[in-house]
């Protein structure tokens, strides 16, 4: 092509094109510019081997400094000509489309690629690991505004304050990247789980929001999704969904048995602890599949512990291994036992099979009951009660998990993010006792059910940092949706800078921003192709509000917007 090119510029750009595919990545990159180069085409291999989906980069301002600061000191390279190669390449990473079908694309909406590449954080000494290139791929994030990658930020207590804001101020933007995660609760989640210190503080983000061990791991970290909610239709109706003479659950006992909040947990925990059995049965069918059929020789080249042990990732060649299962619905679960505890058990207002024979008509002929139960206490307020039990849910989930080990040797561990799964399952389950009607979606990932969030942002925040992070070694998503005026100006990024802080101080995870004109949105979605590039954060992935189908499009108008942010 070089040869052929009548612009010199264009062609002396071919030329260098041409000389780093012919060195790299057969031999170790030279430059800045072959690092990259390398990076995309083993990363295009992974993909065309394995699911073509989820493949992290990394820890990119980590692995890639070394090239750009020796090519920066031997004149080499300049920042401006490093930040035209780094949005060239992630420009090519939205090469990469994710087909699935039209079902399910209900639960994996929007050409789910999730290629997170994560900066920002410590080292596996524990000390800040923020650099030149990590400011550069800021700004990358900054100009770019494209789906993918899914860019991530880590920030840790003692982060620079500089860093953080402009992590904050890219966020701000709304173009959906960086997400914003806190070292220290992902850290302790991993250590708690058994992985040793050094290597908890040198995750790197995959997907959505899950955090592994690049190169040294093979974690499964979406390997099912799960849904909570029907587990508590099941504890209060024997086993068996609303209307149904089938028993897919286990056997707890009739409602008329249910005396107490107690007893209704107890049941709750039954169901999931049999339900997650029924799907790690179905779910070791597929690992023993994929390691007997579908295994992986280049990722596995590439997995420190692989050669040395001469076993694929698949049967467990990687130094670490464990699979992550999603457990979807948190807060209507948390809003059904809320109600139940207080309209059933406390007020007394009404009875278990009252609620139970209007669930089954989906509150048809209810109204009032209906209301009772949907002023009850709801996750996202700040309230003891939900929240109390968001918390005891995610513990139950967990528990069950840890109870068995997948095919790898490794352990089973919860994440509570959703892709577009709250939309999908919400769909298809009944009414619940949160006053929810059949077929409308769950609360998406980590946050509370739409529209139940009454006294504001800060009040979200507190809800969910009152569950235990380090129960989710397989991470959360948290959304938070502002309209633009509101974050606008130094006031604006002042403030979300704080919310931020205060949020992982309180021990959040993570967070993430969507930053939109809602009059725009409900534009897009009335007449598609009219705004073409509005990326959105769906669960803990960036999409194209065009490619979503049309219920996950409604469902992100449908979020709250915070229009009114806390006084400073």
């Known amino acids: 092509m070089a040869a052929r090119e009548k612009d010199l510029n264009r062609a002396a750009e071919l030329k260098i094109i041409a000389d780093a595919c012919r060195h790299v990545p057969l031999n170790p990159a030279r430059t800045f510019h072959e690092a990259l180069q390398s990076l995309w085409l083993t990363h295009m291999t992974v993909c065309l081997e394995g699911l073509n989906s989820a493949v992290s980069f990394g820890r990119v301002d980590q692995y890639l400094y070394p090239y750009y600061r020796n090519d920066i000191a031997a004149g080499a390279l300049t920042p401006e000509k490093a930040f035209d190669l780094m949005l060239c390449f992630s420009a090519k990473t939205t090469e990469h489309v994710f087909l699935v079908s039209e079902r399910t694309s209900q639960y994996h909406g929007g050409f789910l690629v999730a290629q997170a590449a994560t900066v920002g954080g410590m080292d596996k000494d524990g000390k800040d690991a923020v650099n030149d290139l990590t400011y550069l791929f800021l700004d990358v994030m900054a ?134 059995g029924r799907m790690i049965g179905d779910l070791q069918i597929l690992e023993k599949g994929n390691r007997d059929h579908h295994p992986t020789p280049f990722s596995s080249m590439l997995i420190d512990g692989c050669v040395e042990s001469g076993r694929d990732v698949t049967a467990g060649g990687a130094r670490y291994n464990s699979s992550g299962i999603q457990g979807v619905g948190v807060a209507d679960t948390a809003d059904s036992l809320a109600a139940l505890h207080d309209i059933v058990f406390e007020k007394r207002k009404y009875t278990l099979d009252q609620v139970l024979a209007a669930m089954q008509v989906d509150f048809t002929g209810h109204d009032k009951l209906h209301a009772a139960l949907s002023n009850a206490p709801k996750f996202g307020n700040d309230l003891d009660l939900p929240d109390q039990y968001a918390a005891r849910a995610a513990e139950i989930f967990h528990d069950a998990l840890a109870r068995h080990r997948n095919t790898r040797s490794g352990n089973y561990v919860p994440g509570f993010y959703s892709s577009t799964c709250h939309v999908g399952f919400g769909n298809r389950t009944e009414a619940l006792p949160s006053g929810r009607r059949a077929g409308e979606p769950f609360a998406a990932s980590l946050g509370c059910a739409n529209g139940r969030d009454r006294r504001g942002v800060t009040a979200l925040l507190n809800s969910v940092a009152k569950i235990d992070a380090t129960l989710a070694m397989n991470g959360y998503a948290l959304n938070l949706r502002f309209d633009k005026s509101t974050l606008a100006g130094e006031k604006g990024l002042r403030v979300m800078t704080a919310l931020t802080r205060g949020f992982f101080q309180s021990g959040g995870m993570e967070m993430q921003l969507n930053v939109v004109d809602p009059a725009i ?26 490619d979503l189908p049309d219920t996950v499009k409604q469902e992100i108008i449908n979020r709250t917007s915070y229009s009114a942010m806390p006084s400073d």
């Open 143 to 276: 100009a770019a505004r494209l789906r993918d990658p899914n860019y991530m930020a880590r920030i840790h207590a003692g982060a620079p304050e500089a860093y953080v804001r402009r992590a904050v101020d890219v966020a701000r933007m709304g173009n959906g990247v960086p997400g914003l995660f806190n070292d220290e609760p992902i850290i302790a989640a991993l250590t708690r789980h058994g992985f040793p210190l050094e290597e908890a503080r040198d995750y790197g983000v995959v997907g959505c929001v899950e955090p592994s061990f690049p190169g040294r791991s093979f974690f499964s970290t979406d390997a099912a999704l799960f849904n909570l909610p029907l587990c508590l239709i099941l504890a209060i109706n024997q086993g068996k969904r609303l209307n149904s003479r089938s028993r897919i659950g286990s056997e707890t006992p009739h409602y008329s048995a249910l005396k107490s909040m107690d007893d209704v947990m107890a049941a709750f925990a039954t169901q999931v602890n049999h339900m997650v």
């Open 521 to 546: 949105l409900q534009e897009a979605r009335d007449h598609p192709g009219r705004h073409p590039g509005i990326v959105v954060r769906v669960a803990g992935y960036c999409a194209y509000f065009d």
